[in-house]
């Protein structure tokens, strides 16, 4: 059903609580093990981060040094050791995890980004801890920490992907931001042209002084922030505008063409079918359920399977629980009030 994209099937009362019941039987534990050993390694990291945080002095003469804080498992507090051990261990075993699912997946395993994202994190984090723990002097490996907890935060809400009724939403947003990126790339020869011109015409301005800078500023500007009176009026009045009317005619064109027209499209060419990508992040999202327990399903003991599967399932869509709210939030499932009272329904899920 997911591979021919069968949405109507797969949301199928039955066929969504089958998969509502291996996802609680044993599902649920796996991946809720899974994010906290990955919060095991996340968590200390960002502690370091903040513990961390170096200084910048500027000398006498203008320059700038950037001062480490200098580590010692002697001298230092004992959690502050602690989670530098555990930020090495987590990582080493996350690399030892990867490495394992490679094996098994084989190529199947590049296909899933997530993947990537968990290498990219654990590759970064050892960067960051090594040399740290070893006193390196230098400021890399602080870049390579600040990189490490941006794509660990960033992996950590892709976990959250397989709960249904929050996880759709991460779904959305990273097919959203698919379009957004492809969108960009077709146009970013159009804000080339313009940081080019304003680059040419903008003499005494520094936004504009090298090529880099300028298409900078014409992205700020392109979104919205012109900062029309510092960049343009002030200078004009100051006759510092070498080339002021093709510059506002430029300017104007900018205004209209990137500001309010291409902004304007991406955000409707995003949003605008905003059904669509909600039925192809609940298809996906259901896909990845599935790839889940199919995988565990493998890996478990027979017995195990035997025991928790159940040959029927029995459903009391009128019974009130006060953790209902907490059970449609991870699993997405809609309280049923239209069914007459003390109806019950059966669910029969036969196995050979």
């Known amino acids: 059903m997911v ?86 261990v987590m990582n080493f075993y996350c690399i030892a995890k990867e490495l394992v699912q490679i094996s098994q997946q084989r190529w199947n395993y590049f296909k899933d980004y997530s993947n990537q994202s968990d290498w990219f994190s654990a590759v970064l984090s050892l960067l960051f801890i090594i040399p740290t723990m070893l006193n390196v002097e230098g400021s890399l490996q602080w870049q390579a920490g600040a990189l490490a907890v941006l794509s660990s935060w960033i992996g950590f809400l892709l976990y959250l992907q397989r709960f249904e009724g929050i996880g759709i939403y991460v779904v959305m947003f990273w097919e959203i931001m698919r379009t957004l990126v492809r969108i960009v790339m077709l146009f970013v020869y159009l804000m080339l042209a313009f940081s080019l011109a304003f680059h040419a015409l903008m003499l005494n301005q520094k936004e504009f002084n090298t090529v880099p800078l300028s298409v900078i500023q014409t992205f700020v500007m392109m979104v919205g922030e012109l900062n029309y009176q510092n960049n343009f009026l002030d200078t004009y009045l100051k006759n510092e505008l070498p080339f002021g009317i093709l510059t506002y005619i430029i300017f104007v064109t900018f205004v209209l063409l990137m500001p309010i027209l291409l902004v304007n499209l991406m955000i409707g060419l995003a949003v605008g079918d905003i059904a669509e990508v909600q039925r192809n992040a609940a298809l996906k999202r259901i896909g990845m359920q599935i790839e889940l327990h199919t995988a565990l399903e493998d890996k478990l003991p027979y017995w195990f399977m035997k025991r928790v599967d159940k040959p029927s399932l029995t459903i009391y869509p009128n019974r009130h629980c006060s953790r209902n709210y907490i059970k449609q939030l991870f699993t997405g499932e809609e309280e049923t009030n239209d069914a007459s009272a003390g109806q019950i329904t059966e669910l029969h899920c036969d196995r050979e």
């Open 3 to 88: 591979k021919y994209n069968r949405i109507e099937l797969l949301n199928h009362p039955v066929c969504k609580k089958y998969l509502a019941m291996k996802w609680f039987a044993y599902g649920s534990t796996a991946h809720v093990l899974n994010m906290f050993m990955y919060l095991m390694g996340l968590l200390p990291l960002t502690h370091l981060i903040v513990t961390l945080r170096p200084t910048l002095n500027t000398t006498d003469t203008g320059e700038h040094s950037i001062m480490m804080v200098p580590t010692s498992f002697i001298q230092q507090s004992l959690f502050l050791s602690f989670c530098m051990v555990m930020v090495l």
